[in-house]
């Protein structure tokens, strides 16, 4: 994702949060651009893992987090997140996934019917 989506994303999530906030409870301070721009510093992940990193927040899943996500198991139900893929053009769906099967040898593409 581009960074400047990321950011519109980050920004966009932390005006929803104050606005939560200010909900919930009164306060007699508005935020000025001063103070929106130090909680952009202050509250971003940027660099946080170092400049090259590239799964962000992911790093908080570590080896221990999933040893105690496991240990919340009660029983051994796994239920999918999968979508079945709709293969033909429907009133909601106008622009059905198409599945192409590229050969090593040619540059011909197939459509798949299952």
Not at 17 to 31: D, E, I, M, P
Not at 48 to 66: C, E, H, S, Y
Not at 84 to 104: H, S, Y
Request: glycine share 4%.
């Amino acid at each position: 994702m581009p960074i400047s989506t990321n950011r519109t994303c980050f920004v966009a999530a932390l005006a929803a949060v104050f606005t939560l906030s200010a909900a919930q409870t009164q306060s007699n301070h508005n935020a000025t651009r001063a103070d929106f721009d130090q909680y952009m510093k202050d509250l971003s992940n940027w660099g946080r893992w170092g400049k090259d990193d590239q799964m962000g927040a992911v790093n908080l899943i570590t080896p221990a987090k999933r040893k105690q996500a496991l240990a919340s198991v009660k029983e051994g139900v796994s239920i999918s997140l999968a979508r079945t893929a709709d293969l033909e053009p429907a009133v909601d769906n106008p622009q059905p996934i198409i599945r192409r099967i590229r050969f090593a040898t040619s540059s011909t593409t197939a459509r798949c019917t299952t």
